[in-house]
Nanobody, 124 residues
Framework: QVQLVESGGGLVQAGGSLRLSCTAS?????????LGWFRQATGKEREFVAA???????RYADSVKGRFTISRDNAKNTAYLQMNSLKPEDTAVYYC?????????????????WGQGTQVTVSS
């Protein structure tokens, strides 16, 4: 099975940018057609952020549409989440997830493998 490790989180001012990476080991990322990013703020449920699927395309939560971009580089075994125009409400732990289905899932139950998360903090 695959292991996923997120990186790239940190502290940034409102309006700034960060790029999160999700690197796979154990199996190639290309083995998983669907990749997603979720986030969980303190005291809140984990929520969908973005998904990418090999043929179907991409899908975003309304709250991040136009600001975040999900991508994948199977040759580097890595997925990315480019986050621009960050807001304090984007503060959360961000998780990447993978699944062996060709969909654009928005719920946690649609994903089989998860990383440990990386903290993103946006100051006002």
């Amino acid at each position: 099975q695959v292991q996923l490790v997120e990186s790239g989180g940190g502290l940034v001012q409102a309006g700034g940018s960060l790029r999160l990476s999700c690197t796979a080991s154990g199996r190639t990322l290309g083995s998983y057609p669907m990749l997603g990013w979720f986030r969980q703020a303190t005291g809140k449920e984990r929520e969908f952020v973005a998904a990418i699927s090999r043929i179907v395309g991409t899908r975003y939560a309304d709250s991040v549409k136009g600001r975040f971009t999900i991508s994948r580089d199977n040759a580097k075994n890595t997925a990315y989440l480019q986050m621009n125009s960050l807001k304090p409400e984007d503060t959360a732990v961000y998780y990447c997830a993978a699944a062996g289905v060709l969909q654009l899932g928005t719920s946690e139950g649609q994903y089989d493998y998860w990383g440990q998360g990386t903290q993103v903090t946006v100051s006002s």
